[in-house]
């Protein structure tokens, strides 16, 4: 059966080796689609929500506050305000007249209940169109308060998940840079782009600590509106999912002079590589360094090591699909699939550029299928085609893979295991096996091709 893949779609959809790397990425999404990707506004949240003492108060109606703390899995170490989803819950009546009011209302109403240290106003689709004037009602607030009440821009259909990455980190610009009391180590690092799900920012806090770095903020994992406020002081920023704050870091080296390195810290390859990096980058000021990054690497690695390779000769030969948010963790899981045996079949992200797209056509083997903001439709067809054991994505990928009878594991922001660093990459491979293995798959057989 030949591959249902809409007229429009077509160059999004690329087999390796049949052509000419060629694939169209960075476009908005075909309509009949039924993209996967999420809308502007869940693209700025899942940047910001993990900012732990800000109130995050959704400006639109109620359905799109269901983007909250409950389907993403970001802890915190100390406030839980993010925990709570607040909306200012337009109705008919605001749409006629405008819910400038009733924003402000609620801003005065929540910030003396909750105290918090900021709020991040989003506005979404319906304040997009009637066009209420939140920048000003913000600043209003913000000036009777005494706290940053801060806009973001992210109207559901105003671009694609990127463009509320973006919208993210102009909100995040806002606060960045003032607050400059108080000493900074000269071996000091952000780490941008990790969101402390299940806890991975503290296992890679860790590592910087032993290697004798301080870690001025995390953006925004466990994130702390003072420690944004002065990670213009930090002498290095280290960007995680090369999507979302991209951007950021990009401001930051021009606004600052802070220079920034990609970094994955998913397999023990990567991870090893993010702390060489490091070390590397303070090495002129403080030589034993690099002893200390190669004394944790090989500590970690010996540790996990020989379990890793208990999960490889039982997935050995395994087939597997990966579809998640960014292109970048996509490089990682490859890398870690490798290193368990198991040969990726088809590959695709949301928010994928072309440069992305082509490291992954370079790392897959003849044959593997790339894809840019794919639909159920194609995703279940190469399931079906390629025979594959194991799905990896998020939320909206795990009942494509249970219907089609296919072993999944979650590597999005509803995780509840860590996954990132030397011990999240042991429990990777035995979450893969305990998935991909089950006796279940022997009550749900695979569709036919
Ligand atoms: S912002 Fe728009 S597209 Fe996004 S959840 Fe709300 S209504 Fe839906």
Redesign the pocket.
């Given at each position: 059966m030949s591959a249902p893949i809409l007229k429009d779609r077509n160059k999004q959809v690329f087999e390796k080796g049949k052509a000419a790397f060629d694939l169209q990425c960075d476009r908005k999404s075909v309509a009949g689609s039924v993209s996967q990707r999420?809308?502007?506004?869940?693209g700025s949240r899942v940047v910001l929500y993990p900012i732990a003492d800000a109130l995050h108060l959704v400006h639109?109606?109620i359905?799109?506050a269901s983007?909250t703390w409950d389907i993403r899995g970001s802890v915190s170490s100390g406030p839980e305000l993010h925990r709570l989803c607040f909306s200012t819950d337009l109705r008919e009546k605001d749409v006629v007249y405008g819910g400038e009011k009733k924003l402000a209302a609620a801003i005065r109403e929540l910030v003396p209940k909750h105290s918090p240290k900021a709020v991040f106003v989003y506005s979404?689709?319906?304040v997009g169109v009637i066009g209420d004037d939140v920048d000003s009602v913000c600043k209003k607030a913000g000036q009777e308060l005494g706290i940053p009440v801060i806009p973001v821009h992210?109207?559901?259909?105003a671009g694609t998940k990127k463009d509320g990455y973006k919208a993210a980190c102009t909100a995040l610009s806002k606060i960045v840079g003032t607050d400059d009391s108080g000493e900074v180590s000269p071996f000091s690092i952000n780490i941008l782009g990790e969101f402390n799900l299940a806890g991975e920012a503290w296992i890679i806090k860790e590592y910087y600590r032993r290697m004798g770095i301080e870690v001025v903020s995390i953006l925004t994992g466990d994130g702390r509106i003072d420690d944004i406020r002065r990670s213009h002081r930090a002498s290095l920023n280290l960007v995680q999912c090369s999507g979302s704050l991209t951007t950021m870091a990009e401001e930051m080296k021009d606004k600052y002079g802070i220079p920034y390195k990609r970094v994955s810290y998913f397999g023990m390859e990567d991870v090893s590589k993010a702390l060489y990096e490091v070390a590397d980058f303070f090495s002129e000021e403080d030589p034993m360094m690099k002893e200390r990054a190669a004394e944790i690497v090989r500590e970690e690695v010996s540790k996990y090591l020989p379990a890793m390779q208990e999960c490889k000769t039982k997935l050995e030969g395994m087939k597997c699909a990966i579809y998640v948010g960014g292109a970048f963790k996509a490089f990682s899981l490859i890398r870690i699939l490798r290193t368990l045996g198991v040969d990726v079949v088809l590959v695709g992200s949301q928010t994928g550029n072309r440069q992305d797209y082509e490291q992954l056509a370079s790392m897959c083997d003849p044959g593997t299928v790339i894809v840019d903001d794919s639909n159920p439709m194609e995703l279940s067809h190469y399931i079906v085609e390629k025979d594959v054991d194991l799905f990896i994505g998020g939320v909206k990928e795990r009942p494509m893979a249970f219907k089609l009878g296919v072993g999944f594991c979650d590597h999005n922001h509803e995780r509840k295991t860590a996954l990132a660093g030397f011990e999240g990459t042991l429990n990777f491979a035995n979450e893969v096996c305990a998935s991909a293995l089950s006796p279940v798959w022997r009550f749900a057989p695979r569709r036919k091709k």
């Open positions: 999420a809308c502007v506004f869940c639109g109606s359905g799109c983007y979404t689709c319906i992210s109207a559901g259909f």
